[in-house]
């Protein structure tokens, strides 16, 4: 696809292809990028006329009172103010993207599951068409919670645009290769990275190499950051020089377009006669970014015991509760495994998260069956999971010696609040009935 008008900081006029892979270091940084020379004001926010006509508009993404090192907003200097991307709303059906709360009296969120991959559609459908929810959790009007989706698209959105006023998404690709087009510039991504959205960013979703499918998880508070490294210091999990933010690329297109917005769990749409994607040049910390899986650097119990899961967390969202996360973003990925004299996988447990995992590629160590690459699984809170019999046999038996394990990606949305079905999840997505039964095997070995 051509894209008119796309440029950037070095030349006047460029086409797209040379423009995409331009990203700026950095997680959380004051970024500022132009795509015309002198766009970007100096000195000041809001001056009483800008560069060649453009309008000053500021996109806030916490209160304008929040404390400083969680203070987020981005200035962008527009060809239109975002006033006219707006018009009259029309309610509209989206049938498989729900929001919490979405209990349903006759299905059972109660108990492990776990499902195989969602097929590819044969259909035409975008990235609105294309989202189906697999799980609910809090409350979308109270800003608490998540949700959790799958993303089936075969096709590009045609002067289509999209925006969610209610949450944060985090996407993570498992199979094709897609493309953000967003206010503040273009996001290419593919398996083993990741990409967030920010709440309230206008965006439009192309396919690049398809079909795309890929898992999202909808984060309705507050958005995601680096945890805490508490003992392990300034170094390794995700650093964040790896995090890159586009740099402003705007499109001045005159055409017959529609806008979709999420706002409290409903979806509205409004026509406009333009392109919404024209910022010519921003500067802020609120706005898009991506991550290469490959960076993480995991670390682990050197002599032994299996340290918790959570010191594989890419991102956190916090909750209320200190040390209690709104959602946490674990990553388990290719690493050595050393430790002496000690159960290595994942021990059983049962625990207040609740935890929602997903398989990027190759398999993973607790359940060497059955979990497969575009597979999701569901272990709720105060629900016992662990090991199958076969995994827990070979890690009782075999010999301790240092083991790199390969070929292995899988991820979790963990979230303090139970997880519910949606009628997708329990009725239509390929839920594997005898998951139940990995356990049933298990012998007691107890001897008095």
Known sequence: MNYPAAKNEISKKTDYASNRTKYMSGFGNDFETEALPGALPQGRN???????????????????????????RTWCYRIRPSVKHSHRYKKIDVPHWKSAPNIIDDIVSLGQYRWDPIPHSKANQNWIDGIRTMTTAGNV?????????VYLVTQSMQNEYFYSADSELLVVPQDGEIRFVTELGIIEASPKEIVIIPRGLVYRVEVMKGPCRGFICENYGQKFSLPNRGPIGANCLANRRDFKTPVAYYEDIDAPSKVTIKWCGQ??????????????????????????????????????DHPDPSIYTVLTAPSGINGTANIDFVLFRERWSVAEKTFRPPWYHKNIMS???????????????????????????????????????????????????????????????????????????????????CWSDIEKNFVY
Request: net charge negative.
């Open 46 to 72: 809001s001056p009483q006329k800008c560069s060649y006509g453009l309008y000053g508009e500021q996109l806030s993404g916490t209160a304008f009172t929040a404390p400083n090192h969680q203070n987020e």
């Open 141 to 149: 009007n109270t800003q608490v919670g998540m949700a959790s989706h």
């Open 267 to 304: 979806f509205h749409i409004t026509e406009i006669n333009h392109s919404p994607i024209d910022v010519v040049a921003w500067h802020g910390n609120y706005g898009p970014c991506k991550y290469n899986l490959s960076n993480y650097c995991p670390v682990g119990a050197l002599l032994f």
């Open 355 to 437: 935890e929602l995992m997903g398989n990027i590629y190759g398999q993973y160590d607790a359940k060497p069956e059955g979990f497969v690459p575009g597979g999701m699984s569901l272990h709720n809170m105060m629900l016992p999971h662990g090991p199958d019999k076969d995994a827990f046999e070979k890690a009782s038996n075999g010999e301790l010696a240092p083991t790199k394990l390969e070929n292995t990606m899988s991820f979790m949305f963990e979230t303090r609040f139970p997880q519910h079905l949606t009628e997708y999840s329990a009725t239509e997505a390929p839920m594997q009935d005898n998951y139940i039964d």
